[in-house]
């Protein structure tokens, strides 16, 4: 047998005694959807709507965003953990996905073991502010009025189990303060609330109540990260007010469900950073109140972790339950 033709049929043998290997298909197709798990009006359905036309241009199809509110963000969350690992649908989470796993026992799905996160955007502290009518425009004139008569004032956060809710339990322990909280469905609902003053002290991050600081409806009495922020330069941290040993930012990041294809995630991840470099778009999130710090996978991942460490502490100290 000729040499050339025994090598070409020792090749042929080859190739049929491997495994067949099967054709990844092509990505990005279809559309995307990215989820913010809140009502229209909050920090998460900002983000998406800002990052939405450059992804569209960036990876060249159909982007658009679907808010499923519902649960604490779990319900949108949730609804995207179970979906196709296909690259085709992602959340935008808050800070609440870390508080979930311990306020709610039966969500339907692990946090840690049926997400990929993907993108840490950045942080943010959140700022406790006063509406404009009340007499206390300070954080100590705020604290005497509520010794002189517990439980009475309010505050307001997004929802029963948020970070501001666990950072308010906190902050009453620490301050000796009997606050009664007011929870709302959302970032959008609370805005809403603040403005019309229904409760004496509203608690979010910027991006949520900032447009009524800057116009003086709600006065700011502490922002609760352990530094100021710079999006907040002149607010005084709780530590610099008399509350030490809190330090309680808000997040925001970009998941999807566990087992996405690795080269997706990366072009993913690649698609986001670009659109986060457009000089209209990081104005535009930092102008939210967000303190922009992208981290990839290695980095989110075991952030994420912490966080719903030192949260679900939180929450089982406390004994707090969700609405």
């Given at each position: 047998m000729p040499q050339l033709t025994r090598r070409v049929l020792l090749t042929a043998a080859a190739a049929l005694a491997a495994p067949a290997i099967q054709a990844q298909p092509a990505w990005p197709s279809g559309t995307i959807r990215i989820v913010p798990p809140f009502p229209a009006g909050g920090s998460t359905d900002a983000l998406s709507r800002i990052l939405q036309p450059h992804l569209m241009r960036i990876l060249g199809v159909n982007v658009i965003v679907e808010n499923r509110p519902g649960a604490s963000g779990s319900l949108g969350t949730g609804a995207v953990a179970r979906s196709a690992p296909d690259g085709n649908t992602w959340v935008l989470v808050f800070d609440t996905h870390a508080v979930n796993p311990a306020l709610i026992p039966n969500m339907?799905?692990?946090?840690?073991?049926?997400?990929?996160?993907?993108?840490?955007?950045g942080t943010a502290p959140m700022v406790l502010t006063a509406h404009r009518t009340r007499p206390f425009k300070t954080f100590a004139e705020m604290a005497a009025a509520a010794k002189a008569k517990p439980d009475t004032l309010t505050y307001g956060s997004i929802g029963n189990g948020s970070l501001a809710h666990l950072t308010m339990a906190l902050v009453g322990k620490a301050a000796g303060l009997q606050l009664v909280h007011v929870p709302y469905r959302g970032g959008g609902p609370l805005a809403l609330a603040a403005l019309a003053g229904e409760v004496d002290m509203p608690i979010?991050?910027?991006?949520?109540?900032?447009?009524?600081?800057?116009?003086?409806?709600?006065?700011?009495?502490?922002?609760?990260?352990?530094?100021?922020?710079?999006?907040?330069?002149?607010?005084?941290?709780?530590?610099e007010v008399g509350v030490p040993g809190i330090d309680a930012r808000a997040f925001w990041g970009f998941l999807g469900p566990a087992g996405i294809p690795a080269p997706i995630k990366t072009r993913m991840e690649a698609a986001i950073r670009e659109a986060l470099a457009v000089p209209e778009v990081r104005q535009r999130v930092i102008a939210l109140g967000i303190d922009l710090d992208p981290k990839g996978e290695a980095e989110f991942?075991?952030?994420?972790?912490?966080?719903?460490?030192?949260?679900?502490?939180?929450?089982?100290?406390n004994n707090i339950r969700p609405d």
């Open positions: 339907g799905f692990d946090t840690e073991r049926d997400m990929t996160p993907l993108l840490l955007f979010a991050t910027r991006p949520a109540i900032g447009v009524h600081v800057d116009s003086g409806a709600l006065v700011p009495l502490a922002q609760t990260g352990a530094t100021r922020s710079p999006s907040m330069p002149d607010v005084p941290t709780l530590a991942g075991p952030f994420l972790s912490r966080q719903i460490a030192t949260w679900g502490q939180v929450v089982r100290e």
